[in-house]
C-alpha cells in the first residue's frame, strides 16, 4: 500500500522549453503532496507543498512563476518547470501524504531526472 | 532551531557486519515525528519507520532496529550482519511543526563490500 508514481522516470530537454512532471497516488488519497528537489550527493530540498484544490505553498527562494504546481485531484499532482535552464537540471521527487495511508508519513515517488541541454 | 543531523557522511563495511548510523534532532516541540528512508541507486527514497515522540520503545524489524532516545535527542538506525543490498543512502528526518514539511539530515551514505 501507499505507492506513489511519478513520470517521466527522465526527461531530456532543451533550454527555453517546458516540462511537466505528474506525480500520483496510487492507492491513497493524497490531501497534500510535497515537491523536493535534490543535487547529486546532497540531501532533499523542500520547494513547495500542496494541497488539493488550493494554490500551492513554495519555500522561500523557490520562483513561483517558474515552478508551477497544480494539484487538482486527490491522486494527481503536476510540477511544471517553465522556461527551463541548464542549472534546472536536477532531481525532481514528489511525496504525498493524506488519507488512506499511515497518516503523517509521506510516501514518496521514484523521481525525475531533468537534464535540460 | 529545527535540525537534524547526520554526522556520519560515508560509511563503509564489509559483508555481515553490524553497522550504527547516527541521527540527532533538534527542536522545541514536545510532538514530533521522526523518520528513516533509504534511497538506493536507483533514487526512490523507501520509507523505513517513523516514530513518534511519546513512544521511546525500540524497534526491530527483522536485520533493521532503531534506537530512540528522547534524553539525547537521538533516534539511531543499527542494521545487523550488513549485506551488499543494503548499500544506499539513508536520511533521517523530522516532522517538527504542524505544517507537516520533513526536514531532513543530509544523509549517510552506507557502502557494503562483499
Given at each position: 500500500g501507499a505507492v506513489v508514481s511519478q513520470h517521466p522516470s527522465r526527461v531530456i530537454c532543451k533550454s527555453g522549453t517546458s516540462v511537466k512532471i505528474e506525480c500520483r497516488?496510487?492507492?491513497?488519497?493524497?490531501t497534500t503532496m510535497f515537491w523536493y528537489r535534490q543535487f547529486p550527493k546532497q540531501s532533499l530540498m523542500l520547494m513547495a507543498t500542496s494541497n488539493e484544490g488550493s494554490k500551492a505553498t513554495y519555500e522561500q527562494g523557490v520562483e513561483k512563476d517558474k515552478f508551477l504546481i497544480n494539484?487538482?485531484?486527490?491522486?494527481l499532482s503536476t510540477l511544471t518547470v517553465t522556461?527551463?535552464?541548464?542549472?534546472?537540471s536536477s532531481f525532481y521527487i514528489c511525496s504525498a501524504s493524506g488519507t488512506?495511508?499511515?497518516?503523517d508519513t509521506q510516501y514518496f515517488g521514484p523521481g525525475t531526472r531533468l537534464t535540460v541541454l | 532551531a529545527q535540525k537534524v543531523t547526520q554526522a556520519q557522511t560515508e560509511i563503509s563495511v564489509v559483508e555481515k557486519e553490524d553497522v550504527t548510523l547516527d541521527c540527532v534532532y533538534e527542536t522545541r516541540d514536545t510532538t514530533y515525528y521522526l523518520f528513516w528512508y533509504k534511497q538506493p541507486p536507483s533514487g526512490e527514497l523507501v520509507f523505513l519507520i517513523r516514530r513518534n515522540s511519546f513512544d521511546e520503545q525500540n524497534e526491530i524489524s527483522g536485520r533493521y532496529s532503531w534506537n530512540f532516545q528522547k534524553s539525547t535527542s537521538s533516534f539511531n538506525f543499527t542494521i545487523t550482519?550488513?549485506?551488499?543490498?543494503?548499500?544506499a543512502v539513508y536520511f533521517c528526518a523530522g516532522e517538527m511543526d504542524s505544517s507537516y514539511k520533513l526536514i531532513f539530515g543530509s544523509g549517510t551514505r552506507l557502502l557494503v563490500r562483499p
Open positions: 497516488s496510487l492507492d491513497f488519497q493524497a494539484h487538482a485531484s486527490l491522486t522556461s527551463a535552464h541548464p542549472e534546472d488512506g495511508a499511515s497518516t | 550482519a550488513s549485506q551488499v543490498v543494503d548499500s
